[in-house]
């Protein structure tokens, strides 16, 4: 139940306020899932990052992993504090002030540590020639939500420590969030959040909406195949060498023709040697 219910009450919900915050949350599931089954059903040669690592490497591992580790924490903390009541953190004896200090301090360093890779990785693909080449409009635009979306992130934050009369996301924002996917938007709670919160959702639902058509659509594939790929052999060692060694199981067999087995030659027969007519 959301801590605020008796205040909400008194919350004006409009037309406007359904449309953003109870229709369109879902007008975007829709796009993202029907995006993402058609990009992978139609362009699966395109479901790729299109790297560019062989034009340039020095900056490149500087910035990719300030990006996706900051990235991943960023994620790690919306998680955190959309999906889990503070009745819960409470429960297991975490003060909500003590919530707030750890939001605030690790959240704003996993999100300048993500702006900062992002920035430098903009920086190289518009100072590197053959980056820069491969850079589609696409591609620029997508930086531009990626950077809005960021931005604004750190913006709330930002406003919510010096502008202590924002209400709480806890009890606005996250109640919202968790009830859409139960089907029931609570709208009002929504309606209720500070003017940055409510920004800054617009833009992340307006990024998600992009990302099936983006290359960030590569964030949904997981290299699981990798842990079951088969060894690939470069080099064996002779069998001969050593005549305790176990018998490879080898992945292949070599495909010959009917004149050669295993290195023995048949002796060529007349209607080989008369060769072919």
Not at 2 to 11: E, H, S
Not at 66 to 80: D, E, N, R, S, T
Request: aromatic residues 12%; proline residues 6%.
């Amino acid at each position: 139940m959301n801590p605020m219910a008796p205040a909400l009450q008194n919350v004006d919900v409009g037309v406007s306020s359904i449309l953003l915050w109870g229709v369109l949350p879902y007008v975007v599931l829709a796009i993202v899932i029907g995006g993402t089954i058609w990009r992978y059903k139609y362009d699966q040669f395109g479901w790729t990052t299109r790297s560019s690592q062989l034009y340039e490497s020095r900056i490149l591992r500087i910035a990719s992993p300030l990006f996706h580790f900051g990235i991943l924490a960023v994620l790690a903390g919306h998680i955190m504090g959309l999906f889990i009541p503070s009745s819960w953190t409470e429960a297991v004896g975490m003060t909500e002030g003590m919530y707030h200090f750890l939001a605030l301090s690790i959240g704003t360093i996993a999100g300048v540590g993500t702006l900062l890779g992002i920035v430098l990785l903009v920086w190289r693909r518009r100072t590197t020639g053959p980056v820069f080449m491969a850079t589609t409009k696409n591609d620029k635009f997508m930086y531009v939500m990626l950077l809005a979306a960021l931005l604004t992130g750190l913006a709330t934050t930002v406003i919510s420590v010096l502008d202590h009369g924002v209400p709480d996301y806890r009890t606005t924002v996250s109640p919202w969030f968790r009830s859409i996917w139960i089907f029931q938007p609570d709208v009002a709670a929504m309606a209720a959040a500070g003017p940055s919160f409510k920004l800054h959702a617009l833009w992340a639902m307006a990024l998600f909406a992009i990302w099936p058509f983006t290359r960030l659509v590569h964030a949904f594939t997981a290299p699981v195949h990798y842990l079951f790929r088969p060894y690939i052999v470069y080099r064996s060692r002779d069998r001969g060498s050593s005549s305790h060694l176990a018998p490879v199981r080898r992945g292949w067999e070599p495909v010959g023709t009917q004149d050669r087995v295993r290195g023995t030659t048949k002796a060529p027969t007349g209607r080989n040697r008369a060769g072919r007519h």
